[in-house]
C-alpha cells in the first residue's frame, strides 16, 4: 500500500506508539503542530501540497485574532488549543 498520500485521521485513544506502512510514526497530539510547522515550511502554495499549504497559513493567520503567537503553542498538545479555543469561545466576557 502507499502512504505517500494517506490521511490519518485521529480520534480519542490515538496513541504515539501508532505504526502505519515503513515503520513510520505519525505526528500525533504531542508533536502534531511542530511536525506541520516544518513539514510547510519551504513548501509553496502550489504543487501537490497546494491546499495543504493553503490551509495551514490560513491557521496560522487566526492564531494572532484569538491571542495566540505560533511560537507559544508549537508544542502544545492539540487538546490544549482545541480546549483554549473552546473556553475563549465560551467565555467571551473574560477575552
Same mark, same amino acid.
Given at each position: 500500500?502507499?502512504?505517500? /498520500?494517506?490521511?490519518? &485521521?485521529?480520534? #480519542? ?5 501508532? =505504526?502505519?506502512? +515503513? +515503520? ?17 515550511? +519551504?513548501?509553496? #502554495? /502550489? ?5 495543504? &499549504?493553503?490551509? !495551514?497559513? #490560513? ?6 485574532? &484569538?491571542? @495566540?503567537?505560533?511560537?507559544?503553542? =508549537?508544542? !502544545? /498538545? ?6 483554549? @479555543?473552546?473556553? =475563549? ?7
Amino acid at each position: 500500500m502507499n502512504y505517500h /498520500r494517506a490521511v490519518l &485521521v485521529l480520534g #480519542a485513544g490515538a496513541s504515539r506508539g501508532a =505504526r502505519i506502512g +515503513g +515503520g513510520k510514526t505519525p505526528p500525533l497530539d504531542l508533536d502534531f503542530l511542530a511536525s506541520a510547522a516544518d513539514f510547510f515550511k +519551504g513548501k509553496h #502554495a /502550489r504543487g501537490p501540497h497546494k491546499g495543504k &499549504v493553503k490551509a !495551514w497559513k #490560513a491557521f496560522a493567520a487566526h492564531l494572532p485574532g &484569538v491571542g @495566540l503567537k505560533f511560537s507559544e503553542i =508549537r508544542h !502544545w /498538545r492539540l487538546e490544549q488549543l482545541s480546549t483554549f @479555543l473552546e473556553a =475563549r469561545a465560551s467565555l467571551r466576557e473574560f477575552s
